[in-house]
């Protein structure tokens, strides 16, 4: 079986790699070969992959080597995975990472002035996708955290080194197009919700049905025997009570304000005048 070559063999780690492999852990892994053989074959590896209709390329990312593919075929490579929604960094967070990555090792309270808003909830969320850490404390009263970025944070944008940061004014229409582009998939997003699902009923006349289906009879949601029963709901117009049998009989109490009552104690004051 024949020996398998060196730039093969480098190519083969790359490829099975799920971050940048600087060189030192490509060394590591061929103790037999020495640092100067390999850089000579990922030199050549990047030759090979360097032609504008290569699909792949070798890039040196967060101070390694990775395989990336080409942004020719970006587009391509949306469509694969299309539906899944895209986790990106908001406004606040990026504009708290660029101050960062500006001025690191900075405190809080330095990056607060600049932004003019307190950030605590960003840094945390910065922290937790491991895109900034705590790199020592300041000499001030109370010994502030001073936050820098960390390699992850150079695979998240696809740089070697802090020393490819764009500039300013580059950072800004970056921060202007990652805005527009979030802005369209809100409006892409709010526009499916607004179409009617697939489940949703159709207008149509009385009887007509479609093709191959049965119309049910329409059910009320709630008869009048469900809430004869029920406790604590009041009837709005209730109805009067049927009328059976004769009439009630009357007492005759004076005071009950019944005309039959009225008239008895009427004749009882003509009685007593007479007797005066």
Known sequence: MEQPSLDNIILALLFASD???????ISSVLDEVGAADIRDSLERL?????????AIRLEQVAGGYQLCTS???SDYVARLYRGRRKQRLSRAAMET?????????VTRADIENVRGVACGGVITTLMERSLIRIVGKARLL???????????????????????????EDLGALLEQEAASELVDETVEAGAADLPLASEPTARAPGETHAGETEAPLVSSATSEEYDDAPGIAEENPAPPEKTGAPPEKTGDPLDGTPAAAGKFDEDIDAADAER
Do not use: H, V
């Open 97 to 105: 990472l660029a101050i960062i990555a500006y001025r690191q090792p």
């Open 142 to 168: 109370g010994s502030p955290f001073l936050y820098g970025t960390t390699q992850e944070f150079l695979e998240y944008l696809g740089l070697n080194s802090l020393g490819d940061l764009p500039s300013l």
């Open 71 to 73: 942004s020719r075929y």
């Open 46 to 54: 990047e030759n090979r992959f360097g032609s504008e209709d290569s």
């Open 19 to 25: 971050e940048p492999l600087p060189l030192k852990r």
